[in-house]
Every structure is written in structure tokens, then in C-alpha cells.
């Protein structure tokens, strides 16, 4: 009888094997209403729904993942959640009708843009003292961008061709930047390591570049930008930015390294919020005409699926782990869940009326992957003329996730399949057969679930 040896599985050990989801969960603005739903994060479910002031649009959630803040446009203020508790905390007014909005890396400031005022209001989040800052006659800003380290604002107005650069310690106007060959700026995103702004041109179909050490327009990307530039995602390790072109079903790409567009994407009908998977693998694009999502491989930058969503998909977030895609659907007051590792719809959540947007808050950290003990013993078959080896691996189904069946694997690369076993026992039992009489064996054993993989225990056989 051969020696057998067991282990715990304590990693994924491949891209094939996905993380356990992190918690937290998804929030959602229901505009035509006056409160915030939440989504668990493990359950598909909304299992809180936080009141705010009428109308609630945008929000932006604090680095240490402990509060939301909600602009609500119906009595221009701006409502704080708490995330541990998922209760409203807070509401402050504004005194401006509030648009989009940014907080700082520390969390101690909130800008929030004025669509229809010349001012932008920083909220002190320790006292709630909110100080308007004048950005200038005829100038109309919905969207900011801050800095990683939060020292400056970046706020794009569309009336006047111009990015308006604000401090974020004395919340005042250092400078303004002309946007140079396009016209009508409107959103701005700061790379990651904060070295540059890129800023959509909606009227005039193109996209600037702003050097944020010397705040100055480096160029102005016009050539196979599409028309209507809007919402701009870049990956989180900064060498590609994707412009949803609203008016043409594109999507551009941009080498930030050379500041030229690579790629031209065809997608669905009006593209809109688009978002990069946290880990940087796709880009989800929210197709508001036709009600779909056009799934984006970054490392071809093709449309790798298109998945079948709600009426009027409007604006996309990655959980925090990568696993999931959350798309409001606006017209039908639904959300929907989309698992990454399938590119499916996992869950349709009914929300508020008329969700907006989407934000994901909670824990970046998954807790470790189920665990179960694994067993393998080599037997033989005798025949009449010859004797057959084979190792016999047996395992107890883990209690923490449902898999729908597990995949046993002769390498730690996951890419040796030695075959596939249904779940549904409590006792799992795998045979490998024609092996060799006194050699090593190991083998892997992952559970596959209806979103996600997991590397469940190894075992090898001498």
C-alpha cells in the first residue's frame, strides 16, 4: 500500500482561481426618490435602503471605506452614510444645487461640483462647514477629479473651454487651463500615480492632457476620438485610458505613454459610465441604447462578450475584488450583477426608483478560500496478464460555498486537467487511472461555483 500525504489549500494559485468575495457591498442612488439602496456582496440582495433628501444623484466613498457621501439634488445638500452601519448620519446643505462630487485621500474634504453655479462647495467632513469657492463668471462645472494625494481639484467647465485648477488646503483657484483645440471639457480623471488629467471634450471631440506638476495642456488628442467623448476609466496601473464615445457606439483607447489612441472599440448604442475591473483585466461598457454591456479585454482591447442587462444601463462599478460588475438600470429600477470570471448575469436586484449610480464600498481584503483535507491512495487492478495503477483521491464538499462541480488538476499551474466530478455528495471521490507504480502524483483540486473558482486542497501521492 502506498504512502499518501494531505494538505490544506491556503491560496489560489492561479489566474484561473478566483478570490472569495470581499465584503461590502454596492450602493445605489435611486434618483427619483430619496434613498440609497444596498446590495450585499454575497447574498445578490438588497438588505438595507438608507434615506437620504430627495433626489439623489452622485457619490463618492471615503479611502478607508467607512462612509458614503450622496449629493441630492432636491434640497441641495449632501447626505453621509455610514458604511459599518449602513444608516444616514449626517445631512449638511450645500448651498449650491449639487452635481458630481470628490473626496480627498484622507477624507477630510468633499468637493462638490454646481452644475448651474459658479461655485464649488468643500465640506470640512470634521465640522460640516462647507466653503464655496468662485470659479469664475459664466463658468459651468458637473465634474471634478482630485489628485491621489489630494492636493489639488481638477474641474472641467464646459462653458467657458477651460479646466479650473483648485488648492485643496486653501480652497482657493490656483489657475485656469485652456483646453486648446477641443471645446466643451466635461469630465477629468487623474491617472494613478497623479502625474496627469485627462479631459473628455464633449462638444468638440477630443481629449486633453494636463501636466499636474506644471498645470499646463500638454496636448490635445483628436485623431480616432469619437464624437461625444464623455466618461474616461484608465487602468489601475495607468497605461491605458477608455473614452466612451457617446454619439458613435466606440470606445477609444489611449497609450498614456504616448498620448495617442491605439484602439478604436465598436460597442453598443450610447456608451456611458464605464468602468475598469479593479484588477485591470476588462472594461465594462454600459450601452444605454440597446441594453446591453460590451465587455472589454484590455490586453486586446476587444469586446470579449456582450451581456444582455436591464432598460437603460447607465453607470457600471467593480466590487472591490474584481468578482462582480454592478450596472444600474435606470428605466426598470433594477440592478444587475455580473460575474466576472463568466461574463453572465448572476442576479437581477429590484432597487429604488430611477438608480443612478453605483459605487462599492467594503473590505479590499477577501477572507481566505474554503478549506477541506484531501486524501489520495494509489490501488491496483489485477487482470488476467497485467496489473493496473490508479490513485484514488477522495475530499469532503466545503460547507462555505455551493459548487456546481470540481476540477482535479496533475499540476499547481492548473492547466494539467486529469477530469471533472459533479458535485452533490457530501464525500467527493476522484480516479485517476493507468498511472505509474512508484512515482509522485499531486494533485489539485478546485470547486467551481456559479460566479467564481476556488482551489479547495492539494494532495500527493508517493
Known sequence: MKRYLFFLAAAALSFKVALMAAPGGAYISNNSGSDVSVINSTTNVVDATVPTQAAPQFMAVTSDQSKVYVTNSGDNSLSVIDINTDTNIGTIPLGIPPFFLVVTSDGSKVFVAGATSTDIAAVDTASSVVTLI?????????????????????AASQTTDEVIVIDASSLTV???????????PRYPVVTPDGSKVYVSNSTGAGVSVIDTLTDTLLTTITVNIGNSPFIIGITPDGTQAYVANIADGTVSVIDTATDTVTDVVIVGSTPFFLSVLTDGSKVYVPNNGDGTVSVIDTSSNTVVATVGVGNSPITTASSRDASKVYVTNQSD????????????????????FGPLFVVTAGSSTPPPPPQVNVFGLQEQNGFLLQVEYFNKITWNAPTSITPLYYIVYRDASLTNVAGTVPAGSTTLVFEDHNRKKNTAYS??????????????GNVTIE
Open 443 to 456: 494533485y489539485y483540486i478546485v470547486a467551481v461555483t456559479a460566479s467564481d473558482s476556488f482551489l479547495i
Open 174 to 184: 490656483i489657475t485656469t487651463i485652456p483646453t486648446g483645440l477641443a471645446t466643451g
Open 333 to 352: 429600477a433594477t440592478v444587475s450583477v455580473i460575474a466576472t470570471l463568466s461574463d453572465t448575469v448572476l442576479a437581477t436586484v429590484s432597487v429604488g
Open 134 to 154: 468662485n470659479i469664475g463668471v459664466g463658468t459651468n462645472v458637473e465634474y471634478l477629479a482630485v489628485t491621489p494625494d489630494g492636493t489639488k481639484v481638477y
